[in-house]
């Protein structure tokens, strides 16, 4: 069993930063590889960024990619998300989640353990 508490969420203007941050326990986070997600309002949890399990491959959906970027400190037990050049339709409900997969995923069905979600709002 793995928890994941997701922080760093905030509001910020267009074009700002913002950086997020999984903190996993119960298990140790080297065993998943881990994604982030977002759900806007109305709208369905869509693929975000992904990190192997020793971080040495990533994955970014095409609407953020050259924007974010997703790392991991499997030391601290942590996931990040930095967020730069921060757009209006990148405002959701951020979450992170784990998946035992051995090569890292897209899929949001893969997914077993999730986050409770932090609120990312970008002002125009």
């Known amino acids: 069993q793995v928890q994941l508490v997701e922080s760093g969420g905030g509001l910020v203007q267009t074009g700002g930063s913002l950086r997020l941050s999984c903190a996993a326990s119960g298990r140790a986070l080297s065993n998943y590889a881990m994604g982030w997600f977002r759900q806007a309002p109305g709208k369905e949890r869509e693929f975000a960024a992904a990190i192997s399990r020793r971080g040495s491959s990533t994955s970014y959906a095409d609407s953020v990619k050259g924007r974010f970027t997703i790392s991991r400190d499997n030391a601290k037990n942590t996931v990040y998300l930095q967020m730069n050049s921060l757009k209006p339709e990148d405002t959701a409900v951020y979450y992170c989640?784990?998946?035992?997969?051995?090569?890292?995923?897209?899929?949001?069905?893969?997914?077993?353990?999730w986050g409770q979600g932090t609120q990312v709002t970008v002002s125009s």
């Open positions: 989640a784990a998946t035992a997969s051995a090569v890292i995923t897209t899929n949001r069905g893969q997914y077993v353990y």
